[in-house]
């Protein structure tokens, strides 16, 4: 099973976390985890990011996982309000080259929530998914993201930055690849 096509109701679980939908009662929460000037410096996340900013992205979000582009899943420890998002990405229908992206609300930083809800995900995207190769796109100046990468198995390659532009500013993304640790 590749290229985006997941079945049903998303649920998965591991390493102390459960990653679920989002919910239409999320949407408070999503204001409080996504409107933070580091969530708006490195993600192109709006800002502010308000409750109507939460219901477009909430609806993309929906559009996306039927459309088979996207998996956008809330960061939970099981019961409870989430703490961050987790997201598996297709470039294009049928490819079996996925890529993972995160983010961690304020109050929540440095829990090690990033590298397990990475983690989580990595094992369903190769184990259920069977998707050959993950990737992760990280500015060079995102030390946290970066730590993230390496503590969840992924390794800096050797691919040229992918220069690009988000909300007016130049950034370069390199690329990490899961190396199976």
């Known amino acids: ?5 997941v079945p049903g109701e998303l ?5 102390g976390l459960v990653l679920r939908e989002w919910e239409d009662d999320d949407l408070e929460t999503m204001v409080g985890l996504f409107d933070d000037p580091q969530v708006a410096y490195w993600t192109p996340l709006v800002s502010p990011f308000d409750l109507e900013a939460a219901r477009l992205y909430l609806k993309r979000a929906r559009e996306r996982r039927s459309a088979g582009q996207a998996v956008q899943l809330a960061i939970t420890e099981g019961a409870g ?6 997201l598996l990405m297709w470039s294009e229908p049928g490819s079996e080259v996925a890529e ?12 090690g929530l990033a590298v397990r809800a990475v983690r989580v995900m990595t094992e369903f995207a190769r184990g259920t998914l069977g ?17 993230v990468a390496g503590a ?3 390794s800096l390659t050797e ?3 992918i220069p690009g532009e988000e909300k007016g500013r130049r950034l370069f993304l390199r690329t990490w690849e899961f190396d199976g640790r």
């Open 1 to 5: 099973m590749t290229g985006g096509v």
């Open 11 to 15: 649920r998965l679980s591991g390493h």
């Open 81 to 86: 309000a989430a703490l961050g998002e987790v």
């Open 100 to 111: 993972i992206g995160y983010s961690v609300g304020a109050a929540h930083r440095g829990r």
């Open 131 to 147: 998707i050959d190769r993950l990737l992760l796109e990280i500015e060079a100046e995102n030390v946290a993201s970066a730590a």
């Open 152 to 154: 969840a198995g992924y």
């Open 159 to 161: 691919a040229p930055p």
